[in-house]
T-cell receptor, first 115, second 109 residues
Framework: DAGVIQSPRHEVTEMGQEVTLRCKPI?????LFWYRQTMMRGLELLIY????????DSGMPEDRFSAKMPNASFSTLKIQPSEPRDSAVYFC?????????????FGPGTRLTVL | KNEVEQSPQNLTAQEGEFITINCSYS?????LHWLQQHPGGGIVSLFM???GKKKHGRLIATINIQEKHSSLHITASHPRDSAVYIC???????????FGKGMKLTVNP
């Protein structure tokens, strides 16, 4: 398996622009996670899905952030409008079992810079 | 909410040394995760354990459920072990992980 795939790997955009990050989980995994990593706050969970349904979005910072999982093999994280404080590395991860009882496999991350 | 503390925050060692990284958490859990983040940024899951000890190569992870404490040991450390090691625990019975701030390890040749 190719592992978790994320695109783009790097994104530089200007404040106010819409940004869409994409993730393809490992085939057969039924849980998908979006994380954000910054120097100040470390790794934080933004949202996770189980069987394509959003389960916990309490980590989504504000209404500018939205995430979708239209099918088992694809998810998007959208920021509209983007702001400089959104600059971070965004990771997607997937796992095969519910309840925190399975290894999470991380994608390579998308490094976002908002100017 | 589970609070995860890691110590030390930074560690510099010489090649060959035995290294221990500690993790404490505040609320009982079903399993604890150890992750490794390479200097290039990629994150790899090293262990997931709910009791006792697990070993993979030169890495050994232990957990004491009663004391809410886990340790990650590296035997015969090597410069390629240089990375940030992150401990994480699930929040409640969910899949939501709460992360420690990580420990940056530098192993010098």
């Amino acid at each position: 398996d190719a592992g978790v795939i994320q695109s783009p790997r790097h994104e530089v955009t200007e404040m106010g622009q819409e940004v869409t990050l994409r993730c393809k989980p490992i085939s057969g995994h039924n849980s998908l996670f979006w994380y954000r990593q910054t120097m100040m706050r470390g790794l934080e969970l933004l949202i996770y899905f189980n069987n394509n349904v959003p389960i916990d979005d309490s980590g989504m910072p504000e209404d500018r952030f939205s995430a979708k999982m239209p099918n088992a093999s694809f998810s998007t994280l959208k920021i509209q409008p983007s702001e400089p404080r959104d600059s971070a590395v965004y990771f997607c991860a997937s796992s095969g079992l519910a309840g925190g009882g399975d290894t999470q496999y991380f994608g390579p991350g998308t490094r976002l810079t908002v100017l | 909410k589970n609070e995860v503390e890691q110590s030390p925050q930074n560690l510099t060692a010489q090649e060959g040394e035995f290294i221990t990284i500690n993790c404490s958490y505040s609320v009982g859990i079903s399993a604890l995760h150890w992750l490794q983040q390479h200097p290039g940024g990629g994150i790899v899951s090293l262990f997931m354990l709910s009791s006792g000890k697990k070993k993979h190569g030169r890495l050994i992870a232990t957990i004491n459920i009663q004391e809410k404490h886990s340790s990650l040991h590296i035997t015969a450390s090597h410069p390629r072990d240089s990375a940030v090691y992150i401990c994480a625990v699930p929040e409640g019975g969910s899949e939501k992980l709460v992360f420690g701030k990580g420990m940056k390890l530098t192993v010098n040749p």
